[in-house]
């Protein structure tokens, strides 16, 4: 378990799937966290990815930003491209393919391979090292890695609780069809 960042804070929120959580500091989001099996694990989680000091009442653009998560999560388009985002700690790697990340439009995939080419790897390891570093992302919708998919266009993994269900939902949630037929919307 990291120790706690006196700069860093958290709050949780209800959305349509459940209670999600965002830390923050002054610079910008550092961690958000999608529902686990319950608030509590929630919370505990989000306390231990962002090291918060704490919950705290959240400054206005953070308290914007839980406002189009819960939009988002109840089926608007919103682009989260243009949050402030602290991945301070975050190694070169990770911060290029976030970045790369965030560009992926609503509605839009690419798969491990063509984001692992996008950034410049070549090799034949560098599909597992882009799923890898995703695994360790601390903003998921912000850096929407539930849009890069395994060759194939198939699922692949997906860190959060709830697993391809999860990714699969967010999926749906912005019209994508991984089957050809009508997106479907489970848990909803």
């Known amino acids: 378990m990291t120790s706690p960042r006196a700069n860093v804070h958290h ?5 349509a799937i459940g209670p999600c959580g965002v830390a923050w500091s002054e610079h910008g989001l550092t961690a958000l966290q999608l529902p686990e099996s319950d608030r509590a694990a929630t919370e505990r989680r989000l306390t231990r990815k962002s ?8 400054p206005a653009s953070v ?55 996008q950034v410049g790897l070549l090799d034949w ?9 995703m695994g360790q992302n601390p903003l998921p919708l912000v850096v929407p890695c539930h849009r890069v998919l395994a060759a194939g ?15 699969e939902r967010l999926l749906a949630l912005e019209g994508v069809r991984l089957d050809g037929g009508a997106p479907r919307l489970p848990g909803l």
């Open 63 to 117: 308290q914007a930003v839980i406002a189009d998560i819960q939009r988002y999560l109840a089926g608007e388009r919103i682009d989260f491209s243009a949050v402030a985002v602290d991945l301070a700690g975050v190694d070169p790697f990770r911060r290029r393919l976030y970045e790369a990340m965030r560009a992926i439009a609503w509605g839009s995939t690419t798969t491990y391979g063509e984001l692992a080419r």
């Open 11 to 15: 709050r949780l929120f209800d959305t």
């Open 51 to 58: 090291a918060s000091a704490g919950a705290a009442e959240p």
């Open 125 to 133: 390891e560098a599909a597992r090292d882009v799923g890898e570093a």
């Open 153 to 167: 266009k198939k699922l692949g993994g997906f860190s959060a609780h709830g697993g391809v269900a999860t990714k």
